[in-house]
Antibody, heavy 119, light 107 residues
Framework: EVQLLESGGGLVQPGGSLRLSCAAS????????IYWVRQAPGKGLEWVSA????????YYADSVKGRFTISRDNSKNTLYLQMNGLTAEDTAVYYC????????????WGQGTLVTVSS | DIQLTQSPSFLSASVGDRVTITCRAS??????LAWYQQEPGKAPKLLSY???TLQSGVPSRFSGSGSGTEFTLTISSLQPEDFATYYC?????????FGGGTKVEIK
């Protein structure tokens, strides 16, 4: 059974940093690109970032480029999102998401971790 | 970057109604489009991909169509469990942008 378990969310002050983790199981982690998707309270879904299976290619939404860094440790089946320079607009539930084997569409989602940026 | 515009943003309907949601892309994306359903407090659920291919386990009352810049998600007969928010997502290239969402509520 595929499982994605995010952790690392919490309350952080504006300008601060936070690192999210996503522990994956139930599939061959290194063969899949993995995404981060976020959802601000009461708002829609926003794709944030993606990383290839090897970790050699990374992609970012313009809203986080230069502030967030996605990475992975395939030996630990774990995905990371290092978030720096946080603002109130980054307040959201952050989901780890796995695409299907036949499409870039997400077939498995984590339960999400809440990041709140506030003083 | 390509933008996705969903319409309507909000839809009020009754059980048994036929419902259609539209997603328009600012540039052509062939058939690289997915639809998701999200219930309050839950992660999204994949309904369809490649514009019209239903994900395994999704009821046949859901159907997707379109290509290029205009896509639709149709629910042929709305059921109580279908009241949720629906999102489209482009899959042709990064960034994998989502549409703004369509909330389907009970009339």
């Amino acid at each position: 059974e595929v499982q994605l378990l995010e952790s690392g969310g919490g309350l952080v002050q504006p300008g601060g940093s936070l690192r999210l983790s996503c522990a994956a199981s139930g599939f061959t982690f290194s063969t899949y690109a993995i995404y981060w998707v976020r959802q601000a309270p009461g708002k829609g879904l926003e794709w944030v970032s993606a990383i290839s299976g090897s970790g050699g290619s990374t992609y970012y939404a313009d809203s986080v480029k230069g502030r967030f860094t996605i990475s992975r440790d395939n030996s630990k089946n774990t995905l990371y999102l290092q978030m720096n320079g946080l603002t109130a607009e980054d307040t959201a539930v952050y989901y780890c998401a796995k695409p299907s084997s036949y499409s870039y569409a997400v077939d498995y989602w984590g339960q999400g971790t809440l990041v709140t940026v506030s003083s | 970057d390509i933008q996705l515009t969903q319409s309507p943003s909000f839809l009020s309907a009754s059980v048994g109604d036929r419902v259609t949601i539209t997603c328009r892309a600012s540039q052509g994306i062939s058939s690289y489009l997915a639809w998701y359903q999200q219930e309050p407090g839950k992660a999204p659920k994949l309904l369809s991909y490649a514009a019209s291919t239903l994900q395994s386990g999704v009821p046949s009352r859901f159907s997707g169509s379109g290509s290029g810049t205009e896509f639709t998600l149709t629910i042929s007969s709305l059921q109580p469990e279908d009241f949720a928010t629906y999102y489209c997502q482009k899959l042709n290239s990064y960034p994998l942008t989502f549409g703004g969402g369509t909330k389907v509520e009970i009339k």
